[in-house]
């Protein structure tokens, strides 16, 4: 039985919030389950989310801006 199953009704009640993958398809489940439950994210994983989301956009972004303009040498440096 896993953990989103075996807690008892007593056992919850001093539950306030859970920290859940960010994947909806977790969230979701946690929340059929124990709906008055805040769900929370831990820092690395929220990081992570917004260097691949926004971050490497940014970055392609200006890549693509400085190539455009003719600056070949600062759009390949890291």
């Known amino acids: 039985m896993n ?12 539950v306030e919030a859970i920290a859940c ?11 059929k389950r124990h709906p008055r439950l805040d769900v929370v994210y831990d820092r ?8 691949e989301k926004v971050i ?6 200006e890549q693509a801006r400085l ?3 003719g600056d070949a040498e600062a759009a390949r440096a890291p």
């Open 3 to 14: 953990s989103a199953t075996s807690c008892s009704l007593s056992g919850c009640l001093h």
């Open 21 to 31: 993958d960010m994947n909806a398809d977790f969230e979701r489940a946690f929340l």
């Open 44 to 51: 690395f994983h929220l990081v992570k989310n917004f260097n």
């Open 56 to 61: 490497c956009k940014v970055r392609k972004d």
């Open 67 to 69: 190539k455009e303009e």
